[in-house]
């Protein structure tokens, strides 16, 4: 399964089916933080995710001090 | 996952709500929240003519969105800030969108029309960029909306923001700062009225509602904001709310309903000190001149210089 990060953007490769909570606590990712996105739509937390699967992890956090 | 009006498969989980939505029922809960917030603070009235702050980011679109979706009169101003490739991407973003809505984007380009960029007036003033950038956007905002007779400025600050500046007031007492920490500043002379109606809503719901609704907006972040406190504490309050939801709401709100007055006299005492900047006539407490004019002297340096044509007379004020 491909998974495309951003700041910085990559991309990392994940033995799939993993449930979206499960990725999330691999990647060591706060699920109050990010959005996971595939093909433009919300994937919701309790779905799980074939292995031939695109997604984006989305981080929501943006930043400035006004 | 369960929608919890509709039953229907969810898109979204709101922990802070304890409750899951489908696609339609979340965007209702953020209308309705915005609503909620507006009404709650008295924020804007029937009738009254609203500019909305755009940055091209995922708050800001959102907030404009929802605005004119609940019927309110919105245009936008953008201000490009001359930092870089960020700059472009969202300048382009506010565009697209304002298009796509067919409503008025303003825009004001801090080096084209001021002389200066943000990473340059940081260099200038010595202060670091999201200070000199903040009373920059600041200081054009109440000026355009002055200007173009809006009654309000409406801003995309929404829930994690506040919580993370007030977290950052409280953990050096800044009591100064939190006697104006308030979803609405009541407009006085010089300044229009500011509203805050995201405050209801999360970052995330934020980047989900743009998600949802195909708002195409731009996720990258700005490059200045690299490593700022802000940042650091909104990872800090997110740390606390996935072990306790509902915490960013309760220090935000809690604050609002029984700490904020406390610290209210300080910072109206402050106000009272206020006079006209004798360069632009917006109000300051500064004795000279305001601080957005003494970082246009120390660091537009390019401001353009406008020739005229031979024989015209000279103009009364140089145009900013
Ligand atoms: S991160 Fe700082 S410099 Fe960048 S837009 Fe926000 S306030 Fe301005
Ligand atoms: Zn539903
Ligand atoms: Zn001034």
């Known amino acids: 399964m491909k998974v495309q990060l951003r700041n910085p953007a990559r991309e990392l490769d994940v033995p799939g089916p993993i449930a979206v909570t499960a990725l999330l606590a691999r990647l060591d990712l706060n699920r109050e933080s990010v959005l996971v996105i595939a093909d433009g739509i919300l994937i919701p937390n309790d779905a799980m995710l074939p292995d031939d699967a695109t997604i984006e992890i989305r981080p929501v956090i943006s930043g400035g001090a006004t | ?320």
């Open chain 2, 1 to 320: 996952m369960k929608c919890r009006v509709c039953r229907g498969p969810a898109i979204i989980d709101v922990r802070r709500h304890n409750a899951n939505f489908c696609a339609d029922h979340f965007l209702r809960l953020c209308r309705d929240q915005t609503a909620k917030a507006i009404k709650e603070f008295d924020m804007i009235r029937p009738g009254e003519r609203v500019l909305v702050a755009v940055s091209g980011g995922k708050d800001s679109l959102a907030c404009w969105d929802i605005l004119l979706d609940l019927g309110y009169d919105v245009d936008g101003l953008y201000i490009g800030l001359g930092i870089g490739d960020y700059s472009d991407a969202s300048g382009d973003a506010a565009r697209r969108f304002a298009v796509a809505r067919g409503r008025t984007l303003h825009e004001v380009d801090l080096p084209r029309d001021y002389g200066y960029d943000i990473p340059g007036g940081a260099r200038a003033a010595r202060r670091v960029p999201c200070s000199v950038c903040g009373l920059s956007k600041r200081h054009l905002f109440d000026q355009a909306a002055l200007d173009g007779g809006f009654d309000v400025v409406a801003t995309g600050h929404n829930l994690d923001d506040e919580a993370a500046v007030l977290f950052g007031n409280t953990l050096r007492w800044q009591t100064e700062y939190l006697g104006r920490q308030l979803p609405v500043l009541p407009a006085r002379p010089g300044f229009p009225r500011k509203v805050k109606p995201l405050v209801r809503l999360g970052e995330r719901e934020m980047a989900a509602y743009c998600v949802v609704r195909g708002i195409d907006y731009i996720v990258d972040e700005c490059p200045m904001a690299e490593g700022n406190r802000h940042l650091g504490y909104k990872e800090a309050l997110n740390a606390i709310e996935a072990t306790s939801p509902g915490s960013k709401h309760d220090f935000y709100f809690g604050f609002l309903a029984r700490a904020s007055a406390h610290f209210r006299p300080e910072a109206e005492a402050e106000q009272e000190t206020l006079r006209a900047c004798p360069q632009c006539g917006a109000p300051t407490t500064s004795d000279g001149v305001c601080a957005f004019c003494s970082l246009v002297d120390r660091a537009g340096g390019a401001v353009p210089v406008h020739l005229r044509p031979r024989g015209a007379a000279d103009p009364a004020t140089v145009p900013g």
